[in-house]
C-alpha cells in the first residue's frame, strides 16, 4: 500500500494534498454538524453547491462562483429564525434538497453537456483536482475551519445551551448563523473540487466515528481529521491499485472505519450501566 501511495502522490499530487484538505475542514466542521444534530443542513448545502456549480456550467459563469453564490443563499435561509414559521427547518431543508438535486441534473442536461458532465457535478472525482481548485478549498475552507476553531467557546455555548450562552452575554442566534456561512463557505468550495458525495460523507462519517471515540470537543476535532485523512489516503489507494471510482471508493473506506469503531460504542454504554 505504501507503494501505491508513492506513485498516487507523484501521479496525482494535487489529489492528495487536496484530499487531504477537503478531509480535514469537513470532518472537523463535522463535529458540529453531527453534535447540533443539523445532519441534513450538511447533505443539503452540499447538493445546493453542486446545484451552483450546474448553474455556472449553463450560464457560463466561473464554477465556484455559482457554488459560494447559491450555498450562501441557502446559508442564510437555514440561519434564520424558524422558531415563528408556520414551516419546519427539517421541511424547508428537504426542499431545498429535492429541488436542489433536480435542478442540477435538469440544468447540466439543458447546458449540452453529456452525462459525464452530469457525473462530475453530482459526484465529483478527486482525482481530477486541479491547482486552482486546491487553491479555492484552501481560500475559502481554511479561514473558515480557522475561524470555528477560534470561536470554538462561542460555538459550543451557543448550540448547546443557548440560556448559559445568553448570561454570559454571547448571541446564540448571531452564532448559529455564523457558522451556518462558513460552513457554507466550506461547502461551497470543497464540493467544487471534490463533489458533493465525497463533501456529504466527510461531513458526516469520520465526525461521527470520532464522537464514540472522544467525549471532549478538542479530542472529537482531532479524532475526525484523522479518520477522514486516513479514510481519504486508504481510499485513493485502493482506488488506483483496484481502478475503481476514487470517490467511492474513499466513502466506503470512511463508512467501514465508522463500523470498526462501533463496539467501542457499545462498551461505553456497558460501562456506564455496570457503573450504575
Not at 494535487?14 to 470532518?27: E, N, Q
Not at 457558522?179 to 465526525?207: D, I, N, Q, W
Not at 461521527?208 to 486508504?234: D, E, Q
Request: a positive charge; aromatic letters at 6%.
Amino acid at each position: 500500500m505504501s507503494e501505491v501511495l508513492v506513485g498516487l502522490l507523484r501521479s496525482f499530487p494535487w489529489a492528495v494534498v487536496g484530499g487531504v484538505l477537503v478531509a480535514v475542514a469537513c470532518a472537523v466542521l463535522g463535529v458540529y454538524v453531527v453534535l447540533k444534530r443539523v445532519v441534513f443542513i450538511g447533505v443539503a448545502l452540499s447538493e445546493v453547491a453542486a446545484c451552483g456549480v450546474a448553474l455556472a456550467l449553463a450560464a457560463g459563469w466561473p464554477p465556484l462562483a455559482g457554488a459560494v453564490g447559491l450555498t450562501l443563499a441557502a446559508a442564510g435561509l437555514l440561519a434564520a429564525p424558524m422558531e415563528r414559521r408556520r414551516l419546519p427547518r427539517d421541511a424547508a431543508l428537504g426542499a431545498i434538497f429535492v429541488g436542489s438535486s433536480s435542478l442540477s441534473v435538469l440544468l447540466v442536461a439543458r447546458s449540452g453537456h453529456g452525462l459525464r458532465e452530469v457525473g462530475a457535478v453530482l459526484y465529483g472525482d478527486l482525482l481530477l483536482i486541479s491547482p486552482s481548485d486546491f487553491a479555492a478549498v484552501a481560500a475559502l475552507a481554511v479561514p473558515a475551519l480557522a475561524a470555528v476553531l477560534v470561536g470554538s467557546r462561542g460555538f459550543v455555548a451557543s448550540f448547546f445551551d443557548r440560556d448559559a450562552a445568553q448570561v454570559m452575554g454571547l448571541r446564540p442566534a448571531m452564532w448559529e448563523a455564523v457558522f451556518f456561512v462558513l460552513l457554507g463557505l466550506a461547502v461551497a468550495a470543497a464540493s467544487k473540487a471534490a463533489g458533493a458525495l465525497l463533501v456529504c460523507c466527510h461531513l458526516v462519517v469520520p465526525a461521527s466515528a470520532a464522537l464514540i471515540l472522544a467525549r471532549r470537543m478538542g479530542p472529537a476535532m482531532a479524532w475526525a481529521a484523522a479518520l477522514a485523512t486516513a479514510s481519504t489516503l486508504v481510499g485513493l489507494g485502493v482506488s488506483l491499485a483496484a481502478d475503481l471510482p476514487a470517490n467511492q471508493t474513499i466513502c466506503i473506506t470512511a463508512c467501514v472505519l465508522l463500523l470498526t469503531v462501533l463496539p467501542f460504542a457499545a462498551g461505553g454504554r456497558t460501562r456506564r450501566a455496570a457503573g450504575r
